[in-house]
Each structure stands twice: as structure tokens, then as C-alpha cells.
């Protein structure tokens, strides 16, 4: 008997999920838990599992097209199977949203009258985006021939870049290169400034559901959220020595700074058990582990893995559970369980050049702190000006939860033990 497949629930914020590739064509055999698509979720590219044993007989949701949870996506069944009525079915479902072809010029516009001298506005030039359309597989793929994706065209659908495409530039790179000759030089013309007769030219892309989750998850923080913000700036020279001292007696760790505000965050969380909570309506739940959260920049948007029990933890397991978990945030391969459920979390924007930042709260955690750059900076210290390496931090939190005194004192532990690395081991 044929089979529906539908849209499976693959994260615990899941609401509709894209098709980036089908691992089966129509007509292929499948088998019970062999791995049948690569589904885009709102965190991550999962694979999809058949649950049936069968033939793939019919495609109704193709490579780039998103769906909600629950849909017909595919059916399978035996080879010469009547599907009419499980299609009859599909057809009277919602169309799934097709993303709009990345290599398209600019959205059509509303039509503009015609001036009263009968000249009609001359047609600008669409104006590329920047953002490019891939699948995580050929990402990978690029990543490790060293291509760069923005000088490739995607035969994908919505022009996405996918795995015949890195093959095929791949093959073209080890061809031997042909000699060319240097065109001839332009001549210099006398610049004239285009009349401008339109408003510019756009091109609307349907959002990923890892931006459409962003969306909705701000819009549930920054309104019903209570912020408040509290800075303070930190002496790090004494920081910045220690991890100098370390990876100089093991290369092999590469401690950051950022691994040090992560345990320091944590220790500080649980002589603060105020600040390690959320608030739940009518209650506010406390945590006796830091679970912080990092927050990790994607291509789509943000994501921030989570650092179970923190506090627990040496900085060389700190610092080593970072990269990996960062490594697979990047590649979408990250589980639900180690996206979710932090008690606090961290933005670090310094490596940005970021002298000072507010961070959005995400819910329903009580408190994020944000990070800028460590930067030599003129103090005052026993009536002399030296040079000291400054950071600033802003520390945004759930009033609901965290009163100004609260986090004011969280912060003078932080800033203490960051002054005074020492105190870790005390």
C-alpha cells in the first residue's frame, strides 16, 4: 500500500522546513531508515529517514521548495501502485513557497505613469545582492578545495550552488590553464553623471528558516522582554597573559580569550544564582549548572551552541568543545540538544572591532552578555597614566527576573576574576 511522506518535526522550534537536496529520484528503490532528503530546518540541515520500504513512486516537494510540518512531501509504494488518489489529495493542498531564482534581475516594480511629454523612465540596472544560495555539502566541498562560491554559478534550484556545481569547478581548476592575451587598454572617456529616472531596482528572496526562527524569536524578546543594560570595563592584561602562558606551554590547546570569559561566566553564575534563571510566568526556574550559550555567526544568521555545564569544565575542554560545536554550527550539523536550552548566554563581537554593543535577550534565559574588542587603552592607576589592555562589556537583562543590583554585583564578580584569573583556582 502506498505511503505519504510528510514533513517531519526534525528540531523542537521546527515549524516548516526547506528540501536543500533529495538524496532518492522518483523510481529509485528505498528502504526503511536509509536516508531519503536533506531537510533545512530552522537550526540546521538534518536528514530526513524513510519509514517505509518501497519505491520513491512521486516528488511533490522538490529541492529549494519549503513546506509546513505535516505535509505530503513524497509518496512511496509498490512500482505499478494506483497513487491518483494520494495525488487528487496533494493537489488540493497548499503549494509549497518556491524561492525566487537568485540570478533573476531586480523584482518587477510598480508601473510608473507616463510623463506628460510621453519620455518614459529608462530601465536601471539590477543590483546584485551578495548573498549566495548553497547547499552544506557543496559548502564543504568549497571549503576544502579552496574555491571561492561568490565567482560560481549555482545550477541549483533558486540558482543554489550544489555538488555538481563545486565538481564541476573543481575539474575546470585542474585543467591546464590556457595563455591569454592582455586586452587592449580602454581608453579614458570623460565621466557623465546618469540621469536618474527611477527609484532603484530590488529583488525579493524568500528568507531561510533559520532567519524566519530569528525573526520570530526577536520579536518575542525586545518587546515583551523588560531590558535593562548594565556596562562595565575590564582590565584584561593579567587575562591575556594567562592564555599567553598556556598555549605557550601546549601549542595544541589554542586557549582564546573568549574560552576565559566563558569559565569565568560560569564560575560567576553560581555565586549569582539570580542571574542563572529564567523566568516562567509564574515562576522562575534556577539552574544549579551554567549552561552558557555562544553565539555563533552563519551564513543565514546566528545560532548559538551551548556549553553544557560550563562551570564543570577545564578551559582546554572549554576551548575544544567551542571549535567543534562553532565548526558544525557553521556546516548546519548541529543536534537540537546542543542548540537549546542554555541558562545565559555570551556575544562576542570583539574580533569585529567592536568597542561596545547591546545583545538582544533569547528567551526565556534572563541575561546575555556582549563582548567588545580588548584594546590598549591610557588608565589611571596609583596617580599614574599607563597603558592597559581595556574591554568593555554590556550585560542586557530580563527585569522579570534580575534586578539592577543583581546584576550589577554578578558583574563585579565577572570583572573581578577576569582581573584576576587566580581567583579559578581558589
Known sequence: MASKVMMPKL??????????????????????????????????????QALTTGVLRKILVHEGESAPLGQLIAIVGEPNEDINALLSEAETAPAPAKPQPAEEPAATQPQQQPEANGNRPAEAAPVPTGRVLVSPLAARMAAEAGLDLRSLQGSGPGGRIVKKDIESAISKSQAPATVQAFPRAVEAKTFQQPAVAAASPYRDELITEIRRTIAKRLVTSIGPVPHFFLTTEIEMDRAAEMRRNINALDPDLKISVNDIIIKVAAVALLQHPAVNASFQDKFIRYYEHADIGVAVAIEDGLITPVIRSADQKSLSQIANEVRELADRA?????????????????????????????????????????????????????????????????????????????????????????ENPLYLVV
Not at 596617580?383 to 543590583?405: E, F, I, K, L
Request: proline share 6%; aromatic share 6%; with cysteine.
Open 330 to 418: 557553521r556546516s548546519r550539523k548541529l543536534k537540537p540538544e546542543e542548540y537549546t536550552g542554555a541558562s545565559f548566554s555570551i556575544s562576542n563581537l570583539g574580533m569585529f572591532g567592536i568597542d561596545e554593543f547591546t545583545a538582544v535577550i533569547n528567551p526565556p534565559e534572563a541575561a546575555i552578555l556582549a563582548v567588545g574588542a580588548m584594546s590598549p587603552k591610557p588608565v589611571v592607576r596609583d596617580n599614574q597614566v599607563v597603558v592597559r589592555q581595556m574591554m568593555r562589556v554590556t550585560m542586557s537583562c530580563d527585569h522579570r527576573a534580575v534586578d539592577g543590583a543583581t546584576g550589577a554585583k554578578f558583574l563585579q564578580t565577572f570583572k573581578k576574576m577576569l
Open 11 to 48: 528540531s523542537p522550534t521546527m515549524e516548516e522546513g526547506q528540501i536543500a537536496r533529495w538524496l532518492k529520484k522518483e523510481g529509485d528503490t528505498v528502504s526503511m531508515g536509509e536516508p531519503l532528503a536533506e531537510i533545512d530546518t530552522d537550526k540546521a540541515t538534518m536528514e530526513m
